[in-house]
């Protein structure tokens, strides 16, 4: 397959598992979807020319060598998203959005600049929903910058509450947050977007061999 043996300067990433697999996996959408094939027996790896009497054992070690690709990303990265998502949707996603839901759940006022109030403390998936656990807070402070709560006086933990994002508002808005995170931050497109690749090459192979 044209682009399947690269050299480490092919492209500069400091994860090369996720190099790995990512390239290999756009080899593979390349080969199927460019219309690819061994037109002959004469392989060239670097400056050697072999010829192999049987061309499906490269494609076969092809295969292997892609879910090889798929096991060292997953073994070496699988906590990652989940530890970056956590903090991205958080500090760096505007939560204005969430913060309405909470105060409308609750029949409360999202905390305002110096006020005592319900702020969201921790955005979490629980099962099929996401929520949040909120904190009324007895004096909070606010980044001038960004707009988010930069400091916390005391809680209230008899008025602290979970909120479920469930029913068309809550999956409205748990839709907008997660779709800012993915679109605004790094944990989706450095651990997300490889596994994404991988199973688009299995597609291809897929509709290659049965549509095509």
Not at 62 to 75: E, G, I, K, P
Not at 78 to 105: C, G, P, T, W
Request: proline share 2%.
């Amino acid at each position: 397959m044209a682009g399947f043996f690269y050299g480490d300067n092919v492209v500069d990433d400091k994860n090369p598992e996720r190099r790995n697999l990512s390239l290999a996996s756009l080899s593979f959408v390349a080969y199927f979807w460019g219309g690819g094939s061994l037109v002959a027996d004469n392989v060239t790896l670097q400056f050697i020319s072999l010829k192999f009497s049987r061309p499906e054992v490269l494609a076969l070690l092809a295969w292997v060598t892609l879910f090889w690709f798929l096991y060292r990303y997953w073994l070496l990265n699988r906590n990652k998203f989940h530890d970056s998502y956590a903090v991205e949707i958080l500090s760096r996603v505007n939560r204005e959005d969430a913060n309405q839901y909470v105060a409308k759940a609750l029949g409360n006022k999202a905390a305002e600049d110096s006020e005592e109030g319900l702020h969201i403390d921790k955005i979490y998936w629980s099962g099929l929903h996401m929520r949040a656990d909120c904190v009324w807070a007895l004096k909070v402070g606010r980044n001038t910058d960004t707009g988010r709560i930069s400091s916390r006086t005391g809680a209230d933990p008899k008025r602290s509450q979970e909120v479920v994002f469930d029913g068309i508002g809550g999956w409205r808005t748990a839709i907008v947050i997660n779709s800012r995170v993915f679109a605004l931050t790094e944990g989706f497109s450095s651990y997300l977007v490889p596994y994404v690749l991988f199973f688009i090459a299995l597609l291809s192979a897929l509709v290659s061999l049965f549509l095509m």
